[in-house]
């Protein structure tokens, strides 16, 4: 018995390093970044947008760039779609601090318009490099733009939005944007029901080294040798170390 607890406390201290790590290292790369000018959207850019939420969580959310709330007040997510991610988050038992969310681009795009290819393909590193580091089990890609970009394809979303994609040992999941389901009921249904299976994924304890089987209800697509985006690296430009009250990290 006292060795089962002892085993127990050693788990869990191993594990509370582990996430110290983490936080640590998204904490250093947002310093490394946050002045980043490696595309034209650094001069219209009210603020840099990096992401917020949980630095060991299981899911990352996936957008494609700020808007005018996110601009404004430096974080992803706020206003009417942030308003609908949390009550959907809440509908699966989760809530933002449990989560980890960031967008392709950090920062806005000038009168919300779409995101340049020359754009992305600057900014995916600093995604890929936040994946790299939180190594989540989920990737939830909200919308057209974050899904081509990491399931590395130009199909559109209606035809690959709930289906589970397994590049190695990670799960994708995209599902419709919370923006673009605001105002289309029918989108706004099966965001719903995508978001049940975002549960049904996480509740999953087991790693995914052999992919997911027998899940009811879940349409599994191994796609590991098909050219996926995702990949470890990215590099930032400017390194500043000032302390910013933006960097909402749990
Ligand atoms: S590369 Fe990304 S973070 Fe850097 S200026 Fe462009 S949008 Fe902003």
């Keep these: 018995m006292i060795i089962y607890i002892q085993d127990k ?26 002045n980043c000018q490696l595309c034209e ?11 917020s939420g949980n630095a060991n969580s299981p899911v990352i959310f996936i957008g494609e760039a700020p808007g005018k709330n ?3 007040q430096g974080k992803p997510f706020v206003g009417q779609a942030g308003k609908l991610l949390d009550e959907l988050l809440f509908s699966i038992e989760l809530e933002r ?3 980890f969310i960031a967008n392709i681009l950090k920062c806005r795009p000038p009168g919300n318009r779409d995101p340049r290819i020359e754009e992305i393909n600057i900014c995916k590193n600093h995604l890929f490099k936040q994946i790299e580091i939180i190594d989540p089990k989920l990737l939830c890609t909200m919308g057209k ?7 590395n394809t130009s199909a559109g979303i209606t035809g690959l939005r709930g289906k589970i994609f397994m590049v190695n040992s990670r799960a994708v999941l995209p599902i419709n944007h919370p923006a673009a389901a605001l105002y289309t009921p029918s989108r706004m249904v099966v965001l719903r029901e995508d ?3 975002i549960k049904k994924v996480l509740d999953m304890k087991e790693n995914f080294t052999d992919g997911i089987k027998n899940i009811e209800d879940l349409e599994v ?6 050219g996926s985006n995702l990949r470890a690296g990215g ?4 390194i500043s170390q000032n302390k910013d009250e933006q960097l909402g990290l749990f």
């Excluded at 733009?145 to 399931?151: G, K, R, V």
């Design 70 to 72: 996110e601009d404004i």
């Design 97 to 99: 601090s449990e989560i």
């Design 145 to 151: 733009f974050s899904t081509q970009l990491i399931l």
């Design 235 to 238: 590099e930032g430009s400017s």
């Design 195 to 197: 978001f049940q299976k």
């Design 9 to 34: 406390i050693n788990r869990k201290l191993e594990g509370d390093m582990e996430n110290n790590i983490k936080r640590e290292r998204l904490k250093e790369f947002y310093f490394k970044i946050k």
């Design 41 to 51: 959207l650094y001069k219209s850019r009210t603020n840099f947008v990096f992401g």
């Design 221 to 226: 697509v191994d796609y590991s040798s098909s």
